[in-house]
């Protein structure tokens, strides 16, 4: 049966959900990644994606122009819901199908789902949420992405405030100090997720 021995990896932006993820997958869990899956799909429908916003959201080679898009669906909310009325069938099919063959191992593995609790699209209870404080975010969206702090705050509304998530995660993976204490933390999540299917 999908999704049974799956936990969800989850967080808010730029709260260390990939460095996460990766440092899980090195500590030996299986990981499906949405955000991977939403890019080819992205791809997929580049030609719909233009009809729907324009051809100014496609590159010169007739890709998505993530981070275009990603300005105008973060600013109009409208837009957002048209995008993801297009993206999240497809993507919530990819992902069932992955997780129907993680399955086959009878072990828990990972779906890093950015936007877990905003879809609600996911029945699966065991949640581990990549905290880092709202300032710390802030701060490392403005490094990290270059943004302004209007076009940053509009990102981190878009998304259920990361003590929200926090409140509701089966395991929380602080991030909010170096990266030792995010490898520590997730060598203790590991112990905790194994011993919860054992």
Known sequence: MALEHAVVLTGGIASGKSTAGALLSMLGFRIIDADAIAHRVLDEQAPRIAELFGAEYLDAEGKVDRKALGSLVFADASARRELEALVH????????????????????????IPLFYETGDYPVEKVAVVYAPRGIQRERLLQREGLSEAEAEVRLEAQLDIEEKRKRATWVIDNSGDLKQLQRECERVREEILKAFS
């Open 89 to 112: 069938p497809p993507i919530r099919e990819e992902i069932r199908h992955q997780s129907e063959a993680q399955e086959r191992f009878a072990k828990p593995y990972l779906i890093d």
